[in-house]
C-alpha cells in the first residue's frame, strides 16, 4: 500500500477587485477542491447585524472568528484528502506570514496565488460587482471601502512572490 499523498492547500490573495474570488472558483473547480471564501462566510453570518458606520474592531473580531472556523473545516476537509482553495483576503504580509507558518506547521503542502491588476481596472470591476451582484458578489464594496483595503494591502515583495503562481489582468 502507497503512502497517501497531502492535498494541496492553495492560497489566493491580492488587492480588493483583483479577482481572488472568482479565480479561487475556478481553481476549485479545476482542482476538484472546496473553496472557502471570508467574504461569503462574513456576509452570510454577519452582514445583517454590521453597523452603519464601519467599526474596524467589531469587524476584524469577527473575520478572526471566521477563519478560526474556516481552518478548522478546511483541515478536516483536507484529511480526507480533498485539496482546499482559501480566498481569506491576506492583505497584509504579516497575514501571509501566518498562513505560510500554519501550513508548515500543519506539514500542509501550501500553494500560493498572487492576484493583481491596476488600481482603476479593479474599482471599475467592484463598482461594477456591486451594480450587477452576479458571481463574486458578497455585499457591497463601498468607494470608501475600497480606499481603506488599498491603504491596508501591503504588496508583495520578490521573496513572497518566490514560488508563487502570479496572475497580472488588465
Known amino acids: 500500500m502507497s503512502p497517501a499523498v497531502t492535498p494541496t492547500l492553495h492560497v489566493i490573495f491580492g488587492p480588493s477587485g483583483a479577482g481572488k474570488s472568482t479565480y479561487a472558483g475556478d481553481l476549485a473547480r479545476r482542482e476538484r477542491a472546496v473553496s472557502f471564501s471570508i467574504d461569503d462566510w462574513m456576509a452570510r453570518l454577519f452582514a445583517q447585524d454590521m453597523p ?82 452576479g458571481e463574486g458578489f458578497s455585499f457591497v464594496v463601498t468607494p470608501e471601502m475600497f480606499d481603506f483595503t488599498e491603504g491596508v494591502f501591503e504588496p508583495p515583495d520578490a521573496g513572497e512572490l518566490a514560488g508563487c503562481t502570479v496572475i497580472e489582468s488588465t
Not at 500543519?106 to 498572487?114: M, N, Y
Open 52 to 133: 452603519q458606520q464601519p467599526d474596524f474592531n467589531w469587524l476584524m473580531e469577527r473575520i478572526e472568528r471566521c477563519e478560526a472556523q474556516i481552518w478548522s473545516t478546511a483541515a478536516a476537509v483536507m484529511a480526507t484528502g480533498t485539496p482546499v482553495v482559501l480566498d481569506l483576503g491576506l492583505l497584509r504580509r504579516s497575514d501571509r506570514a501566518r498562513v505560510a507558518e500554519i501550513a508548515r506547521l500543519c506539514e500542509l503542502p501550501a500553494r500560493f496565488h498572487f492576484l493583481n491588476a491596476p488600481k482603476e481596472v479593479r474599482r471599475g470591476r467592484v463598482l461594477s460587482r456591486n451594480q450587477i451582484q
